[in-house]
């Protein structure tokens, strides 16, 4: 596959995709709406690449996204374009149903009239690759069990819900308009140019400025951590050698309570900058009202893509964690102006329906 068409690839895991797609040599075309977190700062590294063309335009938009398909000749879709924060969710679901649901579909729409236009040999080739979160399958209990490909859906938040509706068409389009579809859902990103409002981030930054740090509840929610570049490799042999029609979860394998994460930065942040009165980051942590909705427990069992496509994760936890921290205090041309603009920490995610 040389010409890739991305989604999203502004955001989070979408800039990691892209890095990666153009340093390999192919060719993407980045399609990003640029909302408050689709970033152009995070593409700084490949701006001048002859191989990459960020296009500011939304997925809904079919006729575009028809262009911008035949006019590259495109090989793929890797659609990463969504609303993904859940507290923001609480506040107002109907941007999180017209993007990941009403956005997919005219998305789909617009892939499967490309994919239909192309020789049977392209036809062969071409892929459709959804990604998607681990959030669709719902709460797991404190034990050992994890989440599979087989895991019924179901999930709690507005943002989890509109993420396993998008799933399901994406499945619908495969199964009766045969496009040849590969999805992926994954566990907790964290990584280089995350949105402050997550919670690796939000805590990094606000422990360097002295501000409180939020923890939800008792801090006892556990999520599996999964570092962005591992995460990007993964999506990148889901596209190539996924089967189609098939699912594969990608998860780190690194279980953490988001007390043990927040306490885990405090410490890294001290041994890296300690604090003039000698004390303790940790002194910051402050239990807040616990977020509506809030899922005990998330882990993936990652065992089919390992045996199926050869992918493991190369970061532990604590490795990753410090490179994001490393990251964050080298490259505060980045955050800080959406630090003192776009969003500077506030909580989110009180609003009852």
């Not at 989070?12 to 075309?29: E, N, P, Y």
């Not at 994919?115 to 209990?141: Q, Y």
């Not at 005990?296 to 190369?314: C, F, H, N, Q, V």
């Amino acid at each position: 596959m040389q010409t890739i068409l991305v989604t999203g690839g502004a955001g989070f895991i979408g800039s990691a995709v892209v890095r990666r797609l153009v340093r390999q040599g192919r060719t993407v075309i980045n399609l990003d709406k640029l909302t408050y977190a689709g970033n152009p700062a995070s593409l700084k590294v490949i701006e001048n690449a002859p191989n990459h063309r960020l296009v500011q335009g939304d997925i809904a938009d079919t006729d575009l996204v028809l262009s911008l398909l035949r006019e590259h000749d495109v090989d793929a879709i890797m659609h990463l374009a969504a609303e993904s924060h859940v507290d923001r969710s609480i506040d107002g679901p109907g941007a999180f149903v017209e993007t990941n649901v009403v956005g997919t579909f005219r998305l789909l729409s617009a892939a499967l009239e490309y994919w239909r236009e192309l020789e049977a040999d392209r036809k062969a080739t071409f892929r459709f690759h959804h990604i998607s979160t681990d959030e669709v399958f719902g709460d797991l209990p404190f034990d050992d069990s994890k989440f599979t490909e087989r895991t019924p859906y179901a999930p709690s938040s507005p943002y989890s819900a509109s993420k396993a509706a998008s799933d399901h068409f994406v499945r619908a389009w495969h199964e009766t308009y045969g496009l040849p579809v590969v999805l992926s859902n994954c566990s907790n990103n964290y990584g280089p140019y995350h949105f402050p409002e997550k919670l690796i981030p939000l805590v990094l930054l606000n422990a360097l400025e002295g501000k409180p740090l939020p923890v939800y509840g008792k801090g006892d929610n556990v999520r599996d951590w999964l570092y962005v570049d591992d995460h990007a490799a993964a999506l990148e042999a889901v596209l190539t050698r996924g089967a189609v029609g098939e699912s594969y979860n990608v998860g780190g394998n690194q279980e953490r309570t988001n007390l043990e994460v927040v306490e885990a930065i405090c410490d890294a942040l001290d041994a890296r900058l300690p604090l003039e009165s000698g004390g303790s980051r940790r002194d910051l942590i402050t239990f807040v009202a616990d977020r509506p909705g809030h899922d005990r427990r998330y882990a993936i069992d990652a065992s089919k893509i390992e045996s199926d496509l050869g992918w493991t994760p190369e970061e532990t936890f604590d490795s990753g964690l410090g490179k994001t921290i490393d990251w964050y205090l080298d490259n505060r041309w980045w955050w800080e102006p959406i630090r003192s603009g776009t969003y500077a920490g506030q909580r989110l995610g009180q609003r009852q329906a």
